[in-house]
């Protein structure tokens, strides 16, 4: 309490004009309104909750895909258990499918689903992999377990996400008002520091890599203010006790040997350029939906009543949804922001912004 509390004085002691900062880790969001820390930081700072979320940006397409496949007979759709409150184009989740008698199940790691699948040949399992670079690997060792062993049963709906990608786009606006990134922590363990160290040189804007508690994002966000005043423009690491500059590159060989970048849809914020994964071959015979590895989806379609694009770039905060804490809460989500454990609208919610 009294490190942070220290950390705190030397932010209100250095900050002479306003400034906007964006934390783009889900998790993030969270942690900086459950401590308070968007409460206790100047007035001059503004912090803009980016789109953090992987499950709230998973394209309606790749949930529409998910809901046709649960419903099918002899199918067994396996997810992590976020995955089954949203919505797709028609309102409808998994959730209710399940209720309905589908076969959906909630996985915590995808060899999990490798399991399943041996234990059921008599049965279609396939898993709907979410997430951004963290998660990702382990996907990839799914796919690679699978191929060893021949598994003819178990399939991929693939619907990972690239951090960097959509920073990129986002910084490039001309409109966007952010004037310094919070990267996240997690992300970089795998992908190391390569990638922000270009986002600084084309957008000539400090980035702190930070992790979750107290300490670790004000002290992250003291260096952002800190470069910000100076008039500089840097890559730090404030998170050094879990990320290398090279990140982890077993994982990244791991993500290479698998998967490839493609373009992509990101639910709210429309196509995102090289914004996602698929498998490469060989690995792409077990991907669900093959056939469209050519056709990428251009979805951008949001939930009715729902403005999660919006509130995924930063432009509105979740309690100025007209909707927000009245027709959409956790237990009536009408958007994918609110249902996310990670998600800003379920932050605000939670924390009672």
């Known amino acids: 309490m009294r490190a942070a509390q220290g950390l705190l004085d030397q932010i209100h002691g250095i900050t002479s004009r306003p400034w906007t900062l964006m934390e783009v880790c889900g998790g993030q969001t969270h942690a900086l309104l459950r401590h308070g820390i968007d409460q206790l930081l100047p007035e001059a700072i503004s912090l803009i909750h980016g789109p953090g979320c992987p499950v709230c940006v998973t394209a309606t397409e790749r949930i529409d895909r998910a809901l046709t496949l649960a419903e099918q007979p002899g199918v067994s759709l396996c997810s992590y258990g976020d995955m089954l409150r949203v919505p797709g184009s028609n309102g409808r989740d998994l959730l209710s499918l399940r209720a309905s008698g589908a076969d959906v199940r909630v996985v915590y790691a995808p060899l999990d689903v490798l399991d399943l699948a041996r234990r ?9 992999a979410v997430g951004f670079e963290t998660t990702a690997p382990a996907t990839a060792l799914l796919a690679q377990r699978a191929l060893a062993e021949e598994l003819n049963n178990l399939q991929l709906l693939v619907a990972h996400v690239r951090v960097a990608p959509v ?16 990267a996240a922590g997690h992300v970089c363990t795998v992908m190391g520091a390569g990638e922000l160290q270009s986002l600084v040189r084309r957008h000539q804007r400090p980035v702190v890599i930070t992790g979750f508690s107290a300490v670790e994002l004000l002290e992250a966000i003291l260096q952002c203010v800190q470069q910000l005043e100076r008039g500089e423009k840097r890559l730090e690491n404030a998170y050094t006790k879990a990320v290398a500059a090279e990140g982890n590159q077993e994982a990244q060989r791991l993500l290479a040997r698998v998967f490839e970048p493609i373009d992509t849809t990101w639910r709210g914020l429309g196509p995102i350029k090289g914004g996602g994964y698929r498998l490469r071959p060989p690995f792409d015979r077990l991907e669900q939906g093959a056939l469209e590895r050519n056709n990428p989806c251009h979805n951008v379609s949001t939930e009715a009543d729902c403005p999660s694009g919006l509130v995924l770039q930063g432009l509105m905060r979740p309690n100025q949804c007209p909707n927000y804490g009245t027709l959409c809460t956790p237990d009536s989500p009408l958007g994918a922001p609110m249902v996310s454990s990670e998600g800003a609208c379920a932050a605000y919610h939670r924390y009672q912004r």
């Open 167 to 182: 920073l990129d786009q986002l910084l490039g606006d001309p409109a966007c008002a952010v004037q310094g990134v919070l």
């Open 120 to 128: 059921h040949p008599e049965r279609q399992v396939v898993f709907f």
